[in-house]
């Protein structure tokens, strides 16, 4: 499936609210300032993971071993009764909002169930899985997961997280040279999962000029480019220039928070999924 020409976004069925980005814009130019742990689990983080865990069983389908790389995999787990989430409470409107709801849907299980099992027996929400531990726990014996992170604390607290962890590898290198770097991986098979914080003005040309190159290393590897919706004209360039570089099998898929588009506030969350596996 190609991507399509650049498109007008209709309002999303069912929508919810999002505290998006705890009133901060997306696109300052500091880049290795974002915490993500004041955003863990919120509806940006719910629509990614749930994606996420769908292209994860995809790959688990086939016996053939499978990597996953994940360029910007920040801390791994990230404490809900801590400072930071306490201080946007961006998760109640996320997971919180979603585990109360008790969905059915089968799409919704796997995810659902890996959410529960970072909390225990417990009463409350009380931790988040990021996508390391998500794709960590979705790993057969054989298959891979390569993090790569360039926020000196954040990698330091990885390294913790997976210590031992033979399956798990750490870098701590930026994302787009990882890109370059570390592909393809020897399994020949697998995901990239793309996910910057959006923290400098050219984080969309950057992850084109990523994609480009990491695609004409690796034509049949599954990649997942995470970007927030907020104004539209930035994310149809976008689309625009993907279309443009000759990639053949890309999926959209977005979820969008508002009818009115307000200015003053984050919309939604997209992914391009380049070769889907469905």
Not at 48 to 60: M, Q, Y
Not at 121 to 144: K, V
Not at 256 to 268: E, F, I, S, V, W
Request: proline share 9%.
């Amino acid at each position: 499936m190609s991507l399509p020409e650049p498109m007008p976004r209709g309002d999303a069925a069912g929508s919810t609210r999002e505290a998006g980005f705890g009133g901060r814009n997306p696109l300052r130019n500091s880049p290795v300032n974002y915490r993500h742990a004041y955003h863990a689990g919120n509806p940006a983080d719910v629509f990614k993971h749930v994606v996420l865990v769908l292209l994860l069983e995809a790959l688990r389908a086939k016996e053939k071993p499978f990597c996953v790389l994940d360029t910007h995999a920040g801390i791994g787990r990230y404490d809900l009764t801590g400072i930071e989430a306490g201080k946007t409470g961006e998760f109640r409107d996320g997971i919180g909002r979603l585990l109360e709801a008790s969905p059915s849907s089968p799409a919704l299980a796997a995810y659902l169930d890996l959410v529960r099992a970072e909390n225990g027996a417990g009463p409350g929400l009380s931790a988040y899985p990021g996508s390391p531990r998500i794709a960590r726990a979705m790993l057969r014996p054989g298959d891979r997961l390569v993090l790569v992170e360039l926020h000196p604390e954040d990698e330091a607290t990885l390294r913790g997280l997976f210590r031992g962890d033979p399956q798990v590898s750490i870098h701590r290198r930026d994302a787009y040279e990882a890109l370059r770097a570390l592909l393809p991986p020897p399994e020949r098979r697998g995901l990239v999962l793309v996910d910057p914080a959006f923290e400098v003005a050219d984080e969309f040309q950057r992850m084109v000029a990523g994609i480009r190159a990491a695609h004409r290393r690796w034509e049949t590897g599954i990649y997942a480019l995470w970007y927030p919706i907020k104004h539209d004209a930035p994310v149809e360039r976008f689309h625009g220039e993907l279309s443009m570089t000759g990639i053949r099998r890309m999926l959209v898929v977005e979820m969008t928070l508002y009818r009115d588009r307000p200015a003053d506030r984050l919309n939604g969350s997209g992914l391009v999924i380049v070769n889907p596996p469905w």
